[in-house]
Structure formats: structure tokens, C-alpha cells
């Protein structure tokens, strides 16, 4: 089992370009969710995809867009790059459940390292 | 909003136990997550506490108070390899997808 893998590893773009991630999740998962982190802080939750749809978001523009394929990987978009899109990219899969008491795990994959120039 | 608090950074000695605390305040809460992520790689999974009380995991255990909005963390026996960064986070409903992450606490341990 190759768990959440993520390409590329690390990117560079200049500001006003735009930038393709992807995302395969681990085997047997069916839901992805893509964060955001920034140097010294916590993740920040961009979006989640179950069944081929945006299921949830965060507080995120319009520029991050996202698509997931019937093979349950999933691409992260971003439009018109910011200095401040600088950071690493996670995501991360689980198997979605909504028994309150239980919970799957969520694994995450390594990362994309995106510079914004 | 969403607010979670832990603090920024903490020392303790190689052997000795430590408590990382956690408070937060949310709109919505299901669970509380903990993560451990080493520099440039990505969290791994700790622990996960929806009922108050104690978890217990080996060398790890995970305490939550949802009428205080408070957990902490408590590592025993520290190895040097605990040295990382140690991430609460507040998931606000059944899916685990929807977490909020505190800013982290980054823990050195030293010889």
C-alpha cells in the first residue's frame, strides 16, 4: 500500500500563473481533502471532494478550485498565484463515515512545496 | 469563528514526561484530533478524543474536557525522536475531512 502519494514535490510558478497538484489517496479511501500550510503555522482546510463533488470548503477564494476522478484521485487548481500562496500543499484521505462516536482516520500525504516568485 | 490555542514551542529532557495543552473555541465540534509532524514532513495521526476523559496509547495519552474546551496531550518516557511539531486540531463534524488546526507546539527534547 503506497498510502497518499502527492506530484510534484515541489514547484515553482511566478505570481499571475497557475498551478496544477495532484493527489492519489490511500487504497480503500474514497474522500479527499487538500490543506494549506504556511511556515510555522497550522494547516488550513482549502476543500474536501467525496463522489466526484465539493463536499465542503474553507475560507478560500475562488481561485482554488478542485476536481476528484471516479478513481478517487484529485486535483488541486489555483488561478492567478499570489506571493502568498507560498506554502506547502497537503492532502490528505479517509474513509468517509458519519458515525459521531467513530472516526477514520485521515492520512496525509508528503506534501507540494509551492514558491510563489 | 474558530479559535485554537496551543502554546508556540516547549523543552523538556530526554525520559521526563510533558503536557502539551490545547484550548479552543469553535462553532461546531465533534472530535479533537492530535498530530505529530517532524520538520518538512506531514502530520501523522496521534490520537482522537470525542468522548471526555483519558485515552491512553502506549507511550502517548490524550485528555479532552468539551464542557472546558480543553486537551492536552501527555507524552511520557521522552525520547529524542519525539522532537517535532505537535499539532491540535478540532474536527467539526463526523467528517474528519473538516478540521480546524492550531498553529502547532513544537516540542525539542533535549539529552
Known amino acids: 500500500d503506497a498510502g497518499v502519494t502527492q506530484s510534484p514535490t515541489h514547484l515553482i510558478k511566478t505570481r499571475g500563473q497557475q498551478v496544477t497538484l495532484r493527489c492519489s489517496p490511500k487504497s480503500g479511501h474514497d474522500t479527499v481533502s487538500w490543506y494549506q500550510q504556511a511556515l510555522g503555522q497550522g494547516p488550513q482546510f482549502i476543500f474536501q471532494y467525496y463522489e466526484e463533488e465539493e463536499r465542503q470548503r474553507g475560507n478560500f477564494p475562488d481561485r482554488f478550485s478542485g476536481h476528484q476522478f471516479p478513481n478517487y484521485s484529485s486535483e488541486l487548481n489555483v488561478n492567478a498565484l499570489l506571493l502568498g500562496d507560498s506554502a506547502l500543499y497537503l492532502c490528505?484521505?479517509?474513509?468517509?463515515?458519519?458515525?459521531?462516536?467513530?472516526?477514520?482516520?485521515?492520512?496525509f500525504g508528503p506534501g507540494t512545496r509551492l514558491t510563489v516568485l | 469563528g474558530q479559535n485554537i490555542d496551543q502554546p508556540t514551542e516547549m523543552t523538556a529532557t530526554e525520559g521526563a514526561i510533558v503536557q502539551i495543552n490545547c484550548t479552543y473555541q469553535?462553532?461546531?465540534?465533534?472530535?479533537l484530533f492530535w498530530y505529530q509532524q517532524h520538520a518538512g514532513e506531514a502530520p501523522t495521526f496521534l490520537s482522537y478524543n470525542v468522548l471526555d476523559g483519558l485515552e491512553e496509547k502506549g507511550r502517548f495519552s490524550s485528555f479532552l474536557s468539551r464542557s472546558k474546551g480543553y486537551s492536552y496531550l501527555l507524552l511520557k518516557e521522552l525520547q529524542m525522536k519525539d522532537s517535532a511539531s505537535y499539532l491540535c486540531a478540532v474536527s467539526l463534524n463526523t467528517n474528519a475531512g473538516k478540521s480546524t488546526f492550531g498553529d502547532g507546539t513544537t516540542l525539542t527534547v533535549k539529552p
Open positions: 490528505a484521505s479517509t474513509l468517509l463515515t458519519r458515525d459521531r462516536l467513530s472516526y477514520n482516520e485521515q492520512f
Open positions: 469553535t462553532s461546531g465540534f465533534n472530535g
